[in-house]
């Protein structure tokens, strides 16, 4: 029977996946966080070869067996480096060459993902034999990266403080509870720069992603500050102006 004459199912018994070369094919993170006042990438050292000894991304190879789909892979890795879900996980690019990695043709899928760094334990393992955060400014001339990871690194950098610009995604590198101070210094690290305060909080405000958490304070040194959170169900804002007209 020729395969125009097969139905569907028959023509998936009998077709061989193997028929062609796949390449090796794997998902990176570029998990970031805010810590020592400065926005940092959690990276993992080799253990092994290839590229044993140097920091890389964390990820790994897709298992078919127990990953649904891409996002279930990224949220796996993530789990397993940090033992926490991240609140916000966007996949950034592919990026696949003949050349990326020594053992063969390869392509992997990048995510970045954007996680508050309290309560959050480093894991390693599966190939690598240490964990740590790392400072964002200067990384790529600052480390030798495995692979292309400085490529991967540089390009979820630079789409992070793009959309810092005009969206509420900042608001995912801070504790469940926080003060419109605490947000608007998350902006200012992230996009290396300030920002005018009654401008930011109106945009804020406008934006109706967050909502007060009724009988809440923060006692400072001059008087208490509103304590906030993010709205249940509320996906990111996106604004109508970018941050750099607040300036």
């Given at each position: 029977m020729s395969p125009t004459e097969m139905?569907?199912?028959?023509?998936?018994?009998?077709?061989d996946i193997h028929a062609f070369d796949v390449p090796l094919t794997?998902?990176?993170?570029?998990?970031?966080?805010?810590?020592?006042?400065?926005?940092?990438?959690?990276?993992?050292?080799?253990?092994?070869h290839p590229c044993k000894g140097k920091w890389a991304l964390p990820g790994g190879f897709i298992d078919i067996r127990r990953d649904a789909d891409l996002d279930a892979t990224a949220l796996r890795k993530l789990r397993e480096k940090t033992g926490v879900d991240a609140p916000y996980l966007e996949q950034l690019q592919g990026f696949g060459s003949a050349t990326r990695d020594p053992r063969g043709w390869s392509a992997t899928f990048a995510y970045f993902a954007l996680i508050d760094a309290n309560g959050v334990s480093l894991a390693h393992g599966g190939g690598s034999n240490a964990a740590s955060w790392?400072?964002?400014?200067?990384?790529?001339?600052?480390?030798?990266?495995?692979?292309?990871?400085?490529?991967?690194?540089?390009?979820?950098?630079?789409?992070?403080?793009?959309?810092?610009?005009?969206?509420?995604?900042?608001?995912?590198?801070?504790?469940p509870e926080f003060t419109l101070s605490d947000l608007q210094h998350v902006y200012?690290?992230?996009?290396?720069?300030?920002?005018?305060?009654?401008?930011?909080?109106?945009?804020?405000?406008?934006?109706d992603f967050l909502q007060e958490i009724p009988g809440k304070q923060r006692h400072a040194s001059n008087r208490p500050a509103q304590l906030y959170t993010i709205r249940q169900g509320q996906p990111t804002v996106?604004?109508?102006?970018?941050?750099g007209a607040l300036r």
């Open positions: 139905t569907e199912q028959e023509f998936l018994q009998t077709y794997s998902v990176d993170l570029v998990i970031f966080t805010l810590r020592e006042q400065a926005l940092q990438v959690l990276l993992v050292k080799r253990g092994e790392h400072p964002v400014d200067g990384l790529a001339e600052r480390l030798d990266l495995a692979f292309d990871h400085a490529q991967i690194f540089n390009t979820a950098l630079l789409r992070l403080r793009n959309k810092v610009e005009y969206t509420s995604l900042p608001v995912h590198l801070l504790a200012e690290t992230v996009l290396g720069r300030k920002v005018d305060k009654s401008a930011f909080r109106k945009r804020i405000m406008d934006g996106y604004f109508a102006r970018a941050m």
